[in-house]
């Protein structure tokens, strides 16, 4: 729907222009941007093991870190 309707729009070097996309399109994406940020805010890390372990990812063996520098 966005594409068809910046159809007819000024492109710019970085993207489509024009009315739609700086009233409508480009605010979306700072809304949806905030939407991530906060939604990504309230995982831990330990939601994310979790969410690998009921994927049936199993936690690979441990071992020793060793490097030389």
């Known amino acids: 729907i ?3 309707a ?3 729009d000024a492109q710019t070097a970085d993207g ?3 009315r739609l996309q ?3 399109v480009d ?3 700072v809304e949806l941007e905030d939407a991530a940020r906060a939604a990504l805010g309230t995982l831990t890390l ?3 093991i979790r969410r690998a372990q009921a994927a049936g990812l199993k936690r690979p063996s441990s071992e020793p ?3 030389a520098i």
């Open 6 to 8: 910046n159809v007819d």
């Open 2 to 4: 966005v594409v068809a």
């Open 65 to 67: 870190i060793s490097f």
């Open 46 to 48: 330990d939601d994310l």
């Open 22 to 24: 700086v009233a409508v």
């Open 16 to 18: 489509p222009g024009g």
């Open 27 to 29: 605010r979306l994406w």
